[in-house]
């Protein structure tokens, strides 16, 4: 018996916004309509995505999420960076749409994993599947804690500020010597490039 299958159904203002982002990361268009309302379906690297149109809907308001498991966030995070650097010479980390890079997540048990935020304010979420092989470190400097609760709260809250922040003040008190110190600062400049500063 086949496994059962999951599409998450993703709210848009416009989906004549949607299919061209999408087409620039490699995926192709199963269905469309606009009458009698919009709605947009999507296939690519091993997945569908749908949308459909939501009048009044805003990037900034946006709460919608889905996850995908992958084998290899890497693979996927490459390919989608490529088509974003093809289609607006650059990879987006600030605004809509914007990617994160693949991190170890603290609130996913350690899984790496990198958002993809699409035109429309949607978080598409892309972990490792395997549980099994560590990401992180066991033992972290008060630094090395602090650059996960970082990537908590930057990549998977959308507050790069309070991420900042934590990371401002970490590295402040972190010794020279500290193994995180590079992570770190890497962060910390990314974060404020994120927020316009840098």
Not at 9 to 31: H, K, Q, S, V, W
């Amino acid at each position: 018996m086949p496994r059962p299958q999951t599409i998450p159904l993703l709210p848009c203002a416009d989906i004549d916004e949607i299919e061209p982002f999408f087409a620039a990361l490699g995926f192709r268009t199963t269905y469309r309509q606009h009458r009698p309302y919009a709605c947009l379906a999507l296939s690519g690297h091993g997945f569908d995505l749908q949308y459909y149109g939501l009048e009044g809907h805003s990037p900034e308001s946006s709460h919608s999420s889905c996850l995908v498991i992958v084998d290899d966030t890497s693979r996927f995070w490459e390919a989608f960076a490529s088509g974003l650097r093809e289609a607006y010479g650059r990879v987006p980390v600030a605004g809509f749409p914007r990617i994160t890079r693949p991190r170890p997540r603290k609130n996913a048990a350690g899984l790496t994993g990198f958002s993809l935020v699409d035109p429309a304010g949607n978080w598409i979420r892309f972990f490792n599947r395997d549980l099994t092989t560590p990401t992180q470190p066991a033992e972290l400097s008060r630094l090395g804690e602090a650059v996960l609760n970082a990537v908590v709260l930057a990549d998977s809250k959308g507050d790069e500020a309070q991420a900042t922040k934590v990371l401002h003040g970490a590295l402040r008190r972190a010794p020279a010597d500290d193994p995180s110190l590079a992570e770190a600062q890497d962060f910390l400049a990314e974060l404020r490039a994120r927020q316009g500063d840098g």
